[in-house]
């Protein structure tokens, strides 16, 4: 097992509905030690990419997104979540449906810091059905930038977001991919990934 994986079993929690609680250390609480070990692992694995900048969303990508981006010595981004109908054309906009929330939500990035020839590392804290990563991308590509990888704290491999994105042709690392998980007995069970 790896660092985050160890990590996961001594404090995440199972529970129903296929969510897993990371709140003790990566999304309400924060272990900042573990998130900048994150960050350069990703760092590491992307690090042969003409990566200029991190774009993730709000919120719990954020804390990953900026140790990331202090390993690579560039910008972090995030795609604030809007409930306004008339955003103006200063925006770049994707409709996202939330999978803790069950809701859709607008998000938007700012032309003034994506654009035309950035390359982009996009991060995030859960892969699960992909929702928030496709309007990533689409704000990205929409954009005119480059979807240079997708970096990925965990993601529910028995959930089908990791399929489609890599389907589709994108360099998708995620550090932990949970296959499985019993909220009844609280066990999770790891893809073995190549190192
Ligand atoms: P997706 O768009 O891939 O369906 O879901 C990804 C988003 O939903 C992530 O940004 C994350 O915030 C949230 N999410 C999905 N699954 C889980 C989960 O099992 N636990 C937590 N804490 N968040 C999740």
């Known amino acids: 097992m790896n ?3 160890e990590r996961i079993v ?9 969510v897993l609680k990371v709140d003790s250390f990566l999304n309400h ?20 990419k003409p990566i200029n900048k991190i774009l993730t969303i709000e919120a719990s990508g954020i804390a990953i997104a900026c140790f990331a981006a202090k390993h690579f010595g560039v910008p972090m981004v995030f795609a604030k979540k809007s409930k ?12 996202v449906e939330s999978f803790t929330h ?25 892969l699960a059905n992909g929702c928030a990563l496709q309007g990533l991308i689409s704000i990205t ?4 930038a480059t979807v240079e990888g997708i970096g990925i704290a965990i993601e529910k491999g028995f959930q089908i977001g990791g399929r489609v994105i890599r389907n589709l042709g994108y360099h998708l690392e995620s ?15 790891f893809r073995e990934q190549m190192k």
């Open 3 to 5: 660092f985050l994986e």
């Open 10 to 18: 001594k404090d995440g929690i199972v529970k129903e509905g296929n």
């Open 29 to 48: 609480q924060m272990d900042v030690e573990l998130l900048d070990r994150m960050g350069k692992e990703f760092y590491e694995r992307f690090k042969d």
């Open 84 to 95: 306004s109908v008339n955003i103006d054309g200063d925006m770049h906009v994707a409709e």
């Open 102 to 126: 069950k809701c859709k939500n607008q998000v938007i990035v700012s032309k003034r810091f994506l654009g035309e020839g950035d390359r982009v590392l996009i991060i995030d804290d859960f």
């Open 141 to 144: 590509e929409g954009a005119g």
């Open 175 to 189: 550090l932990a991919i949970v296959d499985d998980m019993d909220p009844a007995t609280g066990t999770v069970k």
